[in-house]
């Protein structure tokens, strides 16, 4: 707690002249009139909740924010809220998402969610964030340092919880759209929405295709969703069904030469990867006498064929599948105590995770993974009167993993006892005035690819990491002008990271992540709304060696100190509004430089989008630009030795146009 302490005083100037701007926009705000906007309903408890009854800090992507937001997918509209970085290191548009600060893990330890179900992979593969289209999105929950006590394994940076849409109730509406951009991208979706009084079904299919920037990378994804429902005095019965098939082509990263010559080359011409997809959740609700019980039962399957050096003698070729088997009833149960009023959530979570891979003919190995959890978690909320609210909650886990080699024999396995625990604070100052603070442990339990090595078909088990951590915040609401301010600081311990010399995930010695993120939002007309926010994140090596060399004090690769971003709406005609959004992202430690030694960063970059979208009798059409400087940069740079690098050249400019019709 010194420490962070002293982080708060060494970094508070920093932000000196940013708190006085957001002291002048303040008293503007407080002179125009107050539009009070609806109410929004979260999930950090596994019920829905008013933001007032939830003592974390949570941030909510709301589907109108979504609409006047310049991005195309989900990771792109991740990259626009503080504390997420987002970056391509494999030539996938499912790009990783990172959460203060894990660097090339960081999807591993952000804990991803559709409708409250874990999709976050049990291997080193990322969300496929393509099967979910932003048109399907109801909101998207964002819970940072926080999610372990309810939810598990890897949630240490934090929790996204993505809402889709459900069928609203006595309407009946249909959407026809498509859309066509640079490099060969074209888009075509459809929506039905059939509803009365208590029943009612929502179906979206989308199918996307596209070239990209790279040669070699061409991309074309088909998905379907069906949320079918049933509500009546006690509660909800529904079932949540989808599927998706994605075909990709790799295009490799290119040493630095390659990039100056031609960035659009393809280095590993013919490498594929493809993936079949499908899933179900069913589930419902009952309310009894003010208290309220849950229960959701999933599955989810993925047949993935891929290859590799499809264009050398070392030609492998990889076929993978995975299911997910998941139940998790919970209760809501309200009470009293001394005239303290009090809200418990308690549950149990079990699920089961199969894995089986085959490669061939140059790597041989055949990986039979398990991985099984079962948990209880209870977490209470106590308000103590109308300004005051205290959360304690704990979760208890028993988890079973490991891996078989099945031609060469090699196996090992596991079975560990995990704990979780987070107590938050949120006391009201005032009506427009909240601060918080929060402290707790997390954990995340080695994957099948982090103790599986391909290329000698070997097993070996790495310990669970462990991470302690601590958020102190505030958040200001003056109804025109909302401001948050967060200071957090984490101790990680048997950090699972790759070793690039041995090809071996390793436990890394103790490293320490601090920072702080700033954001505001204004509402400074009936027309005319903005954000801005930004980001300082520092993660380091604690003490110990890497590869020999001590490391204590050393950057963790792939961490961007600095970065920020500006977004504003302007409807300058009725029913048309021109966005426009800017994101900084600082220079980063290249990826396998854990020593620090290689005397070049990844380069800064800074990209501006614009967008203009008009409504009118039906019609929702939308032009735009992505990248509107032509910014040349990259996300992700692997250090290959003195004096260069490799990396995956990112899309320059690009231009899209996009029509849709609602039929009602």
Not at 90 to 117: A, H, K
Not at 221 to 227: E, F, G, L
Not at 233 to 260: H, S
Not at 630 to 639: A, C, H, K, P, S
Request: hydrophobic share 40%.
């Amino acid at each position: 707690m010194q420490r962070f302490v002293r982080f708060l005083h060494k970094e508070i100037p920093s932000f000196v002249l940013i708190a006085a701007l957001i002291a002048v926009s303040a008293c503007y705000a407080q002179q125009q009139p107050v539009t009070v906007a609806p109410e929004v309903i979260v999930t950090a408890t596994r019920f829905t909740e008013p933001p007032q009854d939830s003592p974390v800090g949570v941030t909510v992507i709301t589907a109108d924010e979504i609409r006047n937001s310049t991005a195309a997918t989900v990771p792109e509209l991740l990259m626009q809220v503080p504390g997420i970085h987002v970056r391509d290191s494999s030539g996938s548009p499912n790009w990783q998402v990172d959460m203060r600060g894990f660097g090339i893990f960081g999807d591993q330890n952000t804990l991803v969610l559709l409708d409250g179900q874990r999709i976050s992979e049990n291997e080193q593969t990322t969300v496929n964030w393509m099967g979910i289209p932003l048109s399907s999105i109801e909101r998207i929950e964002i819970m940072r340092g926080s999610g372990a006590v309810l939810y598990g394994g890897g949630a240490t940076g934090g929790t996204i919880n993505i809402i889709t849409k459900s069928a609203q109730g006595n309407s009946r509406s249909a959407t026809l759209g498509s859309s066509a951009g640079s490099y060969g991208t074209y888009d075509y979706r459809a929506g039905a929405n059939f509803a009365g009084d208590n029943a009612g079904i929502l179906i979206n299919t989308d199918h996307l295709e596209t070239n990209n920037y790279r040669y070699n990378n061409r991309f074309r994804d088909q998905n379907a969703q069906a949320d079918m429902r049933y509500s009546g005095a006690l509660g909800t019965l529904y079932a949540k069904l989808g599927t998706d098939d994605q075909q990709l082509l790799f295009p490799g990263a290119l040493t630095q030469a390659q990039i100056a010559a031609n960035p659009r080359l393809a280095a590993t011409p013919g490498d594929f990867g493809n993936a079949s997809s499908n899933y179900a959740n069913l589930g419902g609700n009952l309310k009894l006498d003010g208290a309220e019980l849950a229960l959701n039962a999933g599955y989810r399957t993925k047949d993935a064929p891929s290859a590799f050096f499809v264009a050398t003698p070392f030609r492998n070729n990889i076929q993978t599948t995975v299911d997910v088997w998941s139940l998790t009833p919970r209760a809501r149960i309200p009470f009293s105590i001394g005239g303290v009023s009090n809200t418990l959530v308690t549950g149990v979570d079990w699920d089961q995770w199969s894995y089986n891979s085959t490669a061939g003919p140059s790597v041989i190995g055949n990986p039979v993974s398990m991985q099984r959890n079962a948990a209880g978690y209870f977490q209470n909320t106590s308000a103590f009167g109308a300004r005051t609210l205290l959360s304690v909650g704990g979760r208890v886990q028993s988890t079973d993993y490991g891996v078989t080699d099945q031609i060469s024999g090699s196996a090992a396995s596991r079975d560990e006892q995990l704990r979780a625990f987070e107590i938050a604070l949120r006391h009201k100052l005032s009506s427009a005035w909240d601060i918080y603070g929060k402290f707790g442990n997390s954990f995340r339990v080695p994957n099948v690819n982090d103790i599986y090595n391909l290329f000698t078909a070997t097993v070996t088990i790495l310990e669970p990491q462990t991470s302690h951590d601590r958020e102190l915040g505030a958040s200001l609401d003056l109804g025109r002008a909302s401001y948050r301010l967060a200071f957090y600081e984490m101790d990680t311990n048997n950090e699972i990271h790759l070793n690039p010399v041995t090809f071996n995930n390793v436990n890394l010695p103790p490293t320490r992540r601090y920072g702080a993120e700033l954001s505001g939002k204004w509402t400074l007309t009936e027309s005319v709304s903005a954000y801005a926010n930004y980001t300082y994140m520092v993660s380091k090596f604690v003490s110990g060696t890497f590869g020999g060399i001590n490391v204590a004090g050393n950057e963790v690769p792939l961490v961007p100190r600095n970065s920020a971003n500006l977004g504003a709406a302007w409807e300058f005609m009725p029913r048309t509004r021109l966005i426009g959004a800017a994101s900084y992202v600082g220079t980063q430690v290249f990826d396998g430089d854990e020593t620090n030694t290689f005397g070049r960063r990844m380069p800064s970059y800074t990209l501006v989008d614009l967008k203009v979208v008009t409504e009118t009798r039906g019609w929702l059409l939308s032009a735009g630009v992505k990248n509107l400087l032509n910014q040349q940069y990259f996300t992700y740079g692997l250090f290959t030795g003195f004096p260069t690098f490799i990396a995956y050249p990112a899309t320059d400019r690009a231009l899209f146009v996009s029509a849709q019709y609602t039929f009602k």
